[in-house]
């Protein structure tokens, strides 16, 4: 087990038991909380892949906004500070089986794939990735039409979510 | 070193718990929280087949996680805004109790 | 490599040496030795925090026109510590209904957002926490962990005021990262990298004097985010009861006071960093790192200073006045000079440097200008629209 298994090893058990924290907890505020601590596990996940530019605009947008919002989001949809009635189906059981099955199907996919057990190959010496990253996103060869579409995108929820949210009432 | 199915056996167990999450949890916003679970768990698939590609100079998983972030915080806020919005109306997020339409 | 010269390379060999030799393995004694680094420097950071609250208290008696503490120790130097003692003892509340761990975790993630952030702060050429290629994204990042933290204890505190403070204090931090982002481009536009020790590198000349307008606007920003007056509403004693610290006594409470006091010297310490140069001086840094390290902190205690002196000088703004100012005055100006600074820089780039400067500076003052005037010309509508025209005016006209 080389040093770098084993980091994975616990993060990669952090990440899934925040996640199976966040799905079970009674509390919403608590499972909102346990969702951060899930974006961070993925986080380091994205820096263990040597992709620090992804992992760093991880904890800004997920954990700097989206967990905000959820947070917010939760406190404003609330008549008290306590969550009463049960907070899971009555059939939970058949969602856990759809879930498992999901999981085992993807696993026993995958694996029948050739390149499953590929080790990672080494980064060039001054691998520079953000530069690579962001001559791609402007690039025309590359995906510049993609990227401005994204943008259109998050303006048109930006002005839909501000518009379904208005309350005019108290102006 | 870490193989490649390491990191998508983490992403599909990631897949599963939100969509657990989903299909059981009668919260609005419960359910909203299983849905970027399930975001997290491709955008991991994404980057690590970048990582392990033969050619690493070629950025199409990083710039289709960076889509994705896009993507799932616009789907938050507009999907946090309906549910503010309903609340509003109906005075419950609960996905149960939200069965009549416009009378 | 002498000590003088490298002084963190040879006292890691040192160690590592003597931990090798005691019979632990290569990897387990560098581990070991790098998390000795760490506790050395956040040892050293709240060391620094304890003087912070002196010169704080020193500062601000000061520009009131009166002396600050003198009684304890030569010049009220043991005064701090006496603060510390205080806070220690006092009894350690926690309201009735109050999520506990929530509760006690806010002020924890305060202070760790603000010392993980002396991790990409480049001390000296060769000191230097970690050598991030988005050194600079991560400033936001750790914002981001702060402001978590606010909201959290503002939740947990099962209190009316302590969650209106802790939405108050959120919605302000979320809204100026956007200004303060796009100011964080342009040193990165500048130095080509997103890198702290590449972007001092690149400052033949400091980039205050080729983007006044960023520093000026990095500095709005980074006040608003640190929730330092004039944009203090959410902690200010006479309008919130202090906002979302009010059910925080005894060390929690010095954890969140003494975290402010702290992310307001280190944001003046990013703030020498983009704009100033950072560590550099003609030259003395190359000398040794211990200069440079007091270069920087002599810089960061001027950016300090520049931040204690507004948040004494300038009135509280009311939120809904801060919330417009950073939406429809900071984020249009922002995104307008990153577009003129990109602008300008492709079409100097091949300039000599003289013209480069003046250019830039003339651009950023140009910019500045037409913000001020159509901001004053908004604000003339406003007044006539509420008052009636100038009445001196349209006599005059008679």
Known sequence: MTGAQIIFLMVAAFTLLSAVM??????????????????????????????????VVQVVVYIGAIA?????????????????????????????????LTFAGLAFLLSGWSGFSKTAAELPAGFDSISLLGESLVSPEAYVLPFEVASVLLLAALVGAVYVAFNPSKK | MVPLSWYLLLAAALFGIGLFGVLVRRNAIAVLLGIELMLNAVNINLVSFWRYSDVLTSMSGQVFSIIVFAVAAAEVSVGLALVISVYRRRNTVIADELDMLKW | MSFWNDPLRVAADWLQGIFVGWGMNETGAHVLVVFLGVLLLITLLMVLDIFLVWIERKVVARFQDRLGPNRLGPFGLIQPFAD????????????????????????????????????????????????????????????????????????????????????????????????????????????????????????????????????????????????????????????????????????????????????????????????????????????????????????????????????????????????????????????????????????????????????MFLANVVTGWIALEIARSATRQERERIEGPNKKVAEASH
Request: no cysteine.
């Open chain 1, 22 to 55: 966040v799905v079970t907890t009674r509390n919403l505020v608590h499972a909102a909380l346990w969702l951060v601590s899930t974006l961070f596990g993925v986080a380091v996940v994205y820096a263990l892949l040597n992709a620090n530019f992804i992992a």
């Open chain 1, 68 to 100: 905000i919002l959820f947070i917010f989001a939760v406190m404003l949809t609330r008549k008290d500070m306590r969550d009463s009635g049960p907070q899971i189906n009555k059939n939970w059981w058949a969602g856990a089986l759809v879930a498992m």
């Open chain 3, 84 to 359: 510390i003692i205080k806070l220690i003892i006092k009894e350690d509340t926690t309201p009735g209904d109050a999520d506990k761990v929530v509760y006690n975790l806010a002020p924890i993630l305060s202070m760790m957002s603000v010392l993980i952030l002396w991790a990409v702060v480049p001390l000296a050429p060769v000191m230097l926490g970690t050598d991030l290629n988005v050194g600079v994204l991560f400033l936001i990042a750790a914002g981001a962990i702060g402001t978590l933290s606010i909201i959290m204890a503002g939740w947990a505190s099962n209190n009316k005021f302590a969650m209106i403070g802790g939405f108050r204090q959120v919605a302000v931090m979320v809204s100026f990262e956007v200004p303060m982002l796009t100011m964080l481009l342009i040193p990165t536009i500048f130095a080509q990298s997103m890198n702290m020790n590449a972007i001092i590198d690149a400052q033949n000349v400091w980039y205050v004097w080729i983007s006044p307008l960023g520093a000026l606007i990095f500095l709005i920003a980074a006040i608003a985010e640190l929730g330092r007056a004039p944009f203090d509403l959410a902690e200010g004693e006479s309008e919130l009861v202090s906002g979302f610290n009010i059910e925080y006594s005894g060390m929690k409470f010095g954890m969140f006071y003494a975290g402010e006091l702290l992310h307001a010297f280190t944001f003046g310490g990013f703030w020498a960093i983009l704009f100033f140069g950072g560590y550099r001086f003609f030259g003395l840094e190359q000398v040794s790192p211990f200069l440079a390290i007091l270069i920087l902190i002599i810089k960061a205690m001027l950016g300090y200073w520049v931040i204690m002196w507004v948040k004494y000088t300038m009135m509280r703004i009311r939120i809904d006045q801060m919330l417009s100012f950073n939406w429809k005055f900071l984020t249009p100006l922002s995104f307008a000079l990153l577009l003129v600074t990109a602008l300008m820089n492709a079409l100097l780039a091949s300039a000599p440097t003289w013209l480069y400067i003046l250019g």
